[in-house]
T-cell receptor
Framework: DTGVSQNPRHKITKRGQNVTFRCDPI?????LYWYRQTLGQGPEFLTY????????KSRLLSDRFSAERPKGSFSTLEIQRTEQGDSAMYLC????????????FGAGSRLTVL | AQSVSQHNHHVILSEAASLELGCNYS??????LFWYVQYPGQHLQLLLK????DPLVKGIKGFEAEFIKSKFSFNLRKPSVQWSDTAEYFC?????????WGAGTKLIIKP
């Protein structure tokens, strides 16, 4: 499969726990994005990488959220001390350099915080 | 701040009916606009995009959209829908490296 892969697909956790999501983009794509989507809303930008460099992070993003892309390939998104308001679908997308913002999305990782 | 509005949150149509989903944006400069679709249980995928040139753009599966600058609109159309078009449709506007998304329209096609 040459698409964008996200794991786990579903995560249920208790409030206060830490969770980590992984995204494997299409191999030749050097741009990687994280979005969050809640019910009834469109995706909301969280952060994006060009290779291993995190170039932009949403001002709405709490300090409890951190993302990495250490070798410019896969990326992880960690949420520390989860809150019920963090329950959402976390989407990863990638595109090649010069891809004009035409994103290829993964299936998402759904987080439920109890 | 730039924004994208999709007026209809839910649309129900019968097969063979014509479709038009509204999308309005707020931004005064050069725009790049997109329609994405999410079929049940699947990931978001691109339907069509507008960057410049002909304001009538054609996408996959018989969809098209018209960019009307004076109305700040980018409405999605299809002359005859099929049951398989049941999905959620999102309009998006490029803002720098990211996309600003509308809230989506859930389309249900009755067989």
């Amino acid at each position: 499969d040459t698409g964008v892969s996200q794991n786990p697909r579903h995560k249920i956790t208790k409030r206060g726990q830490n969770v980590t999501f992984r995204c494997d983009p299409i191999s030749e794509h050097n741009r990687l994005y994280w979005y969050r989507q809640t019910l009834g809303q469109g995706p909301e930008f969280l952060t994006y990488f060009q290779n291993e460099a995190q170039l932009e992070k949403s001002r709405l993003l709490s300090d409890r959220f951190s993302a990495e892309r250490p070798k410019g390939s896969f990326s992880t998104l960690e949420i520390q001390r989860t809150e019920q308001g963090d329950s959402a679908m976390y989407l990863c997308a990638s595109r090649p350099e010069g891809g004009a913002n035409v994103l290829t999305f993964g299936a998402g990782s759904r987080l439920t915080v109890l | 701040a730039q924004s994208v509005s999709q007026h209809n949150h839910h649309v129900i149509l019968s097969e063979a009916a014509s479709l038009e989903l509204g999308c309005n944006y707020s931004y005064g400069g050069t725009v790049n606009l997109f329609w994405y679709v999410q079929y049940p249980g699947q990931h978001l995928q691109l339907l069509l995009k507008y960057f410049s040139g002909d304001p009538l753009v054609k996408g996959i599966k018989g969809f098209e959209a018209e960019f009307i600058k004076s109305k700040f609109s980018f409405n999605l159309r299809k002359p005859s829908v099929q049951w398989s078009d049941t999905a959620e449709y999102f309009c998006a506007l490029r803002e720098g490296p990211q996309l600003i998304w509308g809230a989506g329209t859930k389309l249900i096609i009755k067989p």
